[in-house]
């Protein structure tokens, strides 16, 4: 799923890029403007990786229940991941213990390097601060990094996420917000980037059929400022 959003999003930006460059009947797409849309392809889809990764761990209900206690007093469980991405991920949790409005604080901890199926490289820590179960209305999470990074390059900033749904009888729909978002690559260039969308899942009798309706806008500097 994610290469297949990485070449659809590329592809957006490149005709996005070419209407442009055609309004004056010319077409000027230079070596610059191919650079600039892989590094923000890959900036973005490596966030929407971390995204991802932060709901997967989220949905885990029977594991966080069935955890043991590790030495520091934290609840230590294991998370199916298809994509096998915490496989080798120590994922603990400080919860208030309450079972009606649940909160407290997940922890992936990456180590110093988590190599998954398909060679990508994860360092460092995703925190979760939870208040309230997923799916129902009002409940929130904040997603932050210390010292996290995919194939060497970091992320930073604070993503939200509440979910607004009216009731128990509608599509579950969220809003997502990005604040201090940033992506920075070893040689010390970044790009920085700020979102707001609104994410509803309509779900369908086969899962296969389920569809992700997102609305919102992003923006922010690429490496090149």
């Known amino acids: 799923m994610k290469t297949k959003f990485k070449i659809t999003y590329v592809l957006a930006i490149l005709i996005s890029v070419f209407l442009i460059s055609c309004n004056d009947g010319k077409f000027n797409f230079t070596s610059n403007d191919t650079e600039n849309v892989q590094n923000e392809a890959l900036s973005d ?11 997967v761990v989220m949905s885990s209900d029977d594991a966080t229940l069935n955890g043991k206690v590790s030495t520091t007093g934290r609840r230590v469980f294991k998370v199916a991941d298809i994509a096998k991405r915490l496989d080798c991920a120590e994922v603990s949790i400080e919860t208030d213990g309450n079972p009606d409005t649940p909160s407290g604080t997940i922890t992936i901890n990456f180590g110093t390097g988590c190599t ?9 820590i995703i925190r979760i601060k939870y208040n309230g179960r997923r799916f129902l209305a009002g409940s929130t999470s904040e997603t932050t990094f210390e010292g996290y990074s995919i194939n060497d390059i970091q992320l930073e900033g604070t993503r939200t996420v509440t ?3 009216g009731s128990t009888e509608e599509s579950p729909k969220f809003t997502i917000t990005l604040t201090g978002g940033k992506s920075t690559w070893p040689d010390g260039t970044f790009a920085t980037r700020t979102v ?7 779900r369908a009798s086969n899962p296969l059929s389920d569809l992700w309706i997102v609305t919102g ?9």
């Not at 889809?45 to 709901?55: G, K, Q, R, T």
Request: aromatic share 6%; charged share 35%; no cysteine.
């Open 116 to 124: 998954d199926a398909r060679g990508n490289v994860r360092k460092g």
């Open 196 to 202: 707001t969308r609104t994410r509803e899942w309509i």
């Open 217 to 225: 806008n992003a923006s922010g500097a690429n490496r090149k400022g």
């Open 163 to 165: 979910n607004i749904t």
């Open 45 to 55: 889809s490596y966030a929407d990786d971390a995204d991802d990764i932060a709901s």
